[in-house]
């Protein structure tokens, strides 16, 4: 995606094989690009990644977030643009930070925003708990120790930050969350002005985030009394007299931009992607059409530009960015993978299917064009469920690879996420969690009974919280499932939140310290409902060295203790990963030996004999 700062465009581009994308700079939309930062060449095997990076207003200059490894932590350097050399800046410690820009008249100094924790305890870098986050400002040219502490509150340990400066470059908006709440605060700060940060919402009552401000005019989303999602408008000095610009509608409000003097609002319409347009006053002024049923990823674009850019993408369709010009209301495309995808050769249908409580949960199902329901179809059903996280249609080589083998691809919209607002969310968390593993048992047993295939041939997988899903879903009913794929899962649900992050999910799963949640927690913890004597499905843990969001010792006690309960034939297996982390940057090189590894995983086990005609010339 292309981000345009001054005359420059930024946007990164992988060649395919290339273990990390690299950052490119043109001078203007079409003109000849320039790699201005390669991460390829800052380890030779490709484990360091471009995290995250942020131009100056004037395009002059980058601050850029490196991370190694696969660790949550970063660094920042920051590089100049047009000599392609880097500054004596670096700032360490960095974790879960946005970085932002201030103008270069600014009272404070030419600088920018970011958050970061206190150094851990030597050799406890992967595993201590990060409490104080902290919200500095930088000034380019300085050292890290004469960053001047803007806000934190050390009476609360748990909140986080991340700032965002205004178009206009006069305040700082502050978005503070506890946890990883959906609810969180806003505070901001006149940046021409001495006085102290003041409170916009504090109440953590809702969530809120800022989309627009014309001077002390701001316009946050919110699903305060909206579950699926509002925008308002308010003086942020009197935040209690705000008036709705759009009002809730009954499809999920996903997120708002201020693009070209208009909001271009993304919703979520059955958990697939929808983009309307409203003028300032809350009209709608029409749409940006997209090209078939599928995800728009992000929306970019600037108040002052005529056009925006977005990337969409679907489960057979590669991910590709359009240039929309709200002059013509038309789509160009402007980038687009160059694969070779036979999309026409398979179809996605969106099913319905009932829960264990009545509950309607919808379902993508995509396989080739004539596949036979006769109940001997290989099919990976894919889940999360949680933290407010909607899973809509996206695009996957792996799952390209499943499907052209002749397997078939589930994907369920599970309560927990956010695919039908606010209200979807709490139907899947805390003391409802068991909401989640129903839905996803109730998916399994609807792709039985219709005939798309049957126990032994029926594999399921998910990740992170997604792990957590599928190992719970495997200790509750072993029977249902040819194989199980659980990664990076959260697996001991009684210390989860003693390492790292952890602790700020007990917002979205209780805390195991409080007899309430521990007595619901217990009853669903992967580790601690493990039988022995069981014959469990066969199973492959994957995890890795460096992650330090989810702890590798939730892998390594799960695998220990399922290979002591396992009484079957099955195998059950771990697979640990060195030099890499939750997943986020991980190289091309280890996501290619980890997919072939899973995939020659559930071919194994499923007992498929994969069709003689499958293979790709090189």
């Known amino acids: ?63 850029y977030q490196l991370s190694k490894g696969g660790s949550d932590w970063v660094e920042i350097h920051v590089r100049n643009v047009e000599s392609g050399k880097d500054t004596s800046d670096h700032l360490q410690w ?17 600088g920018f925003f970011y958050t970061r924790y206190d150094a851990p305890v030597e050799g406890e870098k ?48 502050i978005g503070a969350w506890s946890g990883t709440s959906s609810k969180n605060a806003v505070f901001y700060a006149d940046l021409r002005s001495r006085r102290a940060v003041q409170p916009v919402f504090d109440s953590f009552d809702a969530g809120y985030r800022f989309v627009h401000n014309d001077g002390r005019n701001f316009v946050f989303w919110t699903d305060r009394d909206a579950p699926k999602g509002r925008l308002i408008s ?11 610009l759009v009002p809730e509608q009954g499809d999920a409000l996903n997120s708002v931009k201020w693009i070209a003097g208009q909001f271009v609002a993304h919703y979520l319409q059955d958990a697939h992607s929808l983009v309307k347009r409203y003028n300032s006053k809350g009209k709608e002024t029409g749409t940006i059409p997209l090209p078939t049923l599928g995800t728009v990823r992000q929306i970019r674009g600037r108040a002052d530009d005529t056009d925006a850019y977005f990337s969409f993408h679907s489960y057979t369709f590669p991910t590709t ?24 050769d398979f179809e996605t249908r969106q099913v319905l299917y009932t829960s264990r409580d009545g509950t309607r949960i919808p379902m993508f199902i995509t ?19 949680g933290f407010n996280i909607p899973i809509t ?44 593993f129903d839905d996803f048992i109730a998916a399994a047993e609807y792709l039985i009974a219709e005939g798309y295939t049957r126990s032994e041939r029926l594999s399921i997988a998910g990740y992170s919280n997604g792990g957590l899903l599928t190992a719970a879903c495997m200790s509750q009913r072993p029977d249902l499932y040819g194989a199980v794929i659980s990664g990076v899962g ?19 799963y209780g805390s195991p310290d409080k007899k309430e949640d521990f007595e619901v927690i217990l009853k669903y913890s992967p580790l601690h409902n493990l039988k022995v004597g069981t014959a469990y499905p066969a199973t492959l843990i994957t995890t890795a060295d460096h992650d330090d969001r989810v702890v590798p010792a939730h892998s390594f006690k799960f695998i220990s203790q399922l290979q002591h309960s396992h009484r079957g034939e099955t195998p059950v297996l771990i697979r640990i990963d060195t030099k890499a982390g939750h997943g986020r940057g991980k190289s091309t090189a280890k996501r290619i030996a980890e997919y072939t590894d899973v995939l020659t995983f559930l071919v194994k086990n499923l007992g498929y004999q994969v069709p003689k005609s499958f293979g790709r010339t090189p």
């Open 1 to 63: 995606m292309p981000t345009r700062r001054g005359t420059n465009f930024f946007f990164t581009r992988k060649d395919g094989l290339q273990n990390q994308p690299v950052l490119y700079v043109s001078k203007d939309r079409d003109g000849s690009p320039r790699a201005l930062l390669d991460p390829n060449a800052l380890s030779k095997d490709g484990t360091t990644a471009l995290q995250s990076y942020a131009p100056s207003r004037d395009g002059q200059w980058l601050a």
């Open 94 to 110: 960095v974790k879960f930070s946005p970085l932002a820009w201030v103008p270069e008249d600014s009272p404070l100094g030419y």
């Open 126 to 173: 992967h595993e201590a708990v990060n409490r104080f986050h902290k919200l500095y400002f930088h000034q380019l040219g300085t050292k890290q120790s004469k960053d001047r502490l803007f806000y934190h509150r050390p009476d609360q340990p748990d909140w986080g930050f991340g700032a965002e400066v205004t178009d206009d470059g006069r305040y700082v908006v």
């Open 234 to 244: 308010l003086d942020a000095a009197k935040p209690d007299r705000f008036k709705e």
């Open 321 to 344: 960015i359009y240039r929309f010009d709200f002059e013509t209301g038309t789509n160009e495309v402007y980038r687009k993978a160059e694969l070779d995808v036979q999309s026409d």
């Open 367 to 385: 396989a080739r064009k004539g596949t036979q329901l006769d109940g001997n179809n290989p099919v990976y059903l894919y889940g999360y469920g």
């Open 393 to 436: 249609p996206s695009f996957s080589v792996a799952n390209l690879i499943w499907l052209e083998m002749g397997g078939i691809v589930a994907i369920p919209s599970l309560r927990g996420g956010s695919e039908y607002g606010e209200a979807w969310h709490e139907a899947g968390m805390k003391e409802r969690k068991q909401n989640v």
């Open 490 to 508: 959260v697996l001991d649900m009684l210390r989860f939140h003693k390492f790292t992050i952890g602790w700020a999910w007990t917002s979205e």
